[in-house]
């Protein structure tokens, strides 16, 4: 609802401050500032220290961000693949096949994610595949986790194609497999790269299914930081924790700048 007095405006405005504030900005503030602190006896952290990311940018934790970098890049790449080509398949059924289709996707965040993860570690522990105490089980289980998201928004996107240009394509004698290349997918591409970004972030900061699944050589960020916290580090954890949202932030910005250059196209 659009507000439109001048009076209207200032308490929208306290509202959004006093509201935005408490529930969303001040617990990233009071991490940051633990992140430079030496001391927490307070309601607040107190004094200053830069060492805290000597530890978060170097060793264990420099791995642990590779991990996790290459994790979501892998999980948001597959995500991305088979969740597009679902919501391209389910536009073509009928209506109770797309249901079915949605209900398939939609299942895997309907439940808690400790639950998909031992459910995957169940399945690929004995053969015909073992997976389990692999890198690869740790990707399958963030890409099964993402790709709910990738399909909804596709499928989203879908919907709003005007059918026009397909029709336009094929009158002109344009194959099916040319329709889809040259025309469907251009016009889906800002949504595409929507999606990518969303399941980047949500794979960047998953822990519960990772938690069981992980090997000792694929220690993801946000395990280390429950690690750090849970053995007391907690300044040290709060460093980590910074290092993991900027880099999150870092691959959003970027993809939400090919995201604005293809809406343009």
């Avoid at 991490?31 to 927490?40: E, G, K, Q, R, Y």
């Avoid at 978060?56 to 892998?74: D, F, I, K, Q, W």
């Avoid at 929507?194 to 299914?209: I, K, Q, R, T, V």
């Amino acid at each position: 609802m659009l507000v439109h007095s001048r009076k209207g405006k200032w308490a929208t405005w306290v509202l959004f401050f006093v509201f935005f504030l408490p529930l969303f900005a001040l617990p990233l503030l009071v991490i940051l500032a633990a992140s430079f602190s030496s001391h927490w006896s307070g309601a607040f952290p107190s004094g200053f220290t830069a060492e805290h990311y000597e530890s978060a940018t170097r060793g264990e934790s420099l791995e642990a961000l590779t991990t996790s970098l290459v994790t979501a890049v892998g999980a948001s790449l597959l995500a991305l693949t088979v969740g597009a080509w679902a919501a391209l398949a389910a536009a073509s059924l009928k209506k109770g096949g797309k249901r079915g289709l949605d209900t398939l996707f939609v299942l895997p965040v309907a439940v808690p994610s400790v639950v998909v993860g031992l459910a995957i570690l169940v399945a690929f522990s004995k053969p015909p595949m073992i997976l389990n105490g692999t890198r690869w089980i740790v990707i399958l289980a963030h890409t099964i986790l993402v790709t709910a998201f990738a399909y909804q928004s596709v499928a989203a996107a879908i919907v709003r194609l005007d059918p026009a240009y397909e029709q336009a394509a094929a009158s002109l004698g344009a194959r099916p497999s040319y329709v889809l290349w040259k025309v469907k997918l251009p016009l889906l591409l800002p949504s595409l790269n929507a999606a990518a970004g969303l399941c980047f972030a949500l794979s960047m900061g998953e822990l519960s299914a990772t938690m069981m699944l992980y090997p000792p050589d694929w220690m993801p960020l946000p395990v280390q930081i429950y690690a750090a916290t849970d053995r007391g580090s907690l300044f040290t954890g709060a460093a980590v924790a910074v290092v993991l949202m900027a880099a999150t932030l870092l691959v959003l910005f970027a993809v939400s700048r090919i995201r604005t250059r293809a809406s343009y196209r």
